[in-house]
């Protein structure tokens, strides 16, 4: 049975802007502890930011959380704090860390045959790292425009490659980090890579969009299987992904009299829809919604919601890495 609604609940919902990732659990899962035994998580960019905190909150439920980060070293130090938190706490869940980059399509088919050697299911895929706002225009070790690749052609692949195991685990759900920065830019379908003109906004909106229109489209893909897709914007954090926007422009952007602006949540607040789409099985049947503040929102540009844009995307997508990933009939479990 659920727990108690969290405190000041906005009026029709549930959960509101400042609920956390604890509240959520709370009631989600009926009680203060537990909940998420023999469930395995994986997380990119786990080892820091907002998916650290995911891993914590999952990890001191009971669950197998498994962290993606660049640095394995650094992977595996957090990753083993996670653990000794959560065994602090009474739970049987642990952290382990693997190593993935998503700017490289070879770093991704890596990473994929090394989860693959151990064996373990995926109840929830969560793609949450990323970058944003580059000043200037970089590209990829395959040649995609930076955030495009490392947002969205990476976690497409990772998630594609993953997602005999996730379909074997269901009932599972694949989470797609978002943000409500989706709004600063569609899709740009005749300029993708931004070859004739960039701006770090515009890039980072169209990376954004494409992340909702992946989780709408492999939703319709996958439907029957058990297996759910969502996208979800967390809220405005202070973490690490605002690391390459100049200091003034944080400053400008983010901040008043030297206090993060009275939007800004904190990261305690920032993982509660990522608790959200894990857990709340009000979700069962939603798959391909886009959630905000733990709860379903519609809060997204026109393209945003436009089905034939996700299917050109997945098209787009396929033929820039040289695959052909199509899912729909390809598990036999359609109704």
Partial sequence: MP????DDARVGGRYHYRTTAEEVL?????????GLEG???LISGGNSGLGKEAARVFAKRGAKV???ARNITEGQEIAAQLSSEAQAAGSSGSAIAMKLKLDCLNGVREFVKEYEATGLPIHYLINNAGIMNLPQREVTKDGFEKQFGVNHVGPFLLTNLLLPIVVKSAPARIVVVSSIAHVR??????DIHFEKSYEGWTAYGQSKTANILFAMELNRQLKGTGVEAFSLHPGAILTGLQRYMPEQEQRELFFEEGQPKFWFKDIYEGTATHAYAVTAKELEGQGGAYLEDAGVTEGRHEQAKDAEAAKRLWKVTNELIKEDFQWEGKFGKEA
């Fill in 3 to 6: 727990g108690p609604a969290p």
């Fill in 66 to 68: 498994v962290i993606t």
């Fill in 185 to 190: 830019g569609p899709v740009v379908f005749d």
């Fill in 39 to 41: 469930k395995v998580i």
């Fill in 26 to 34: 709370n009631y989600e899962l009926g009680a203060p502890t537990g």
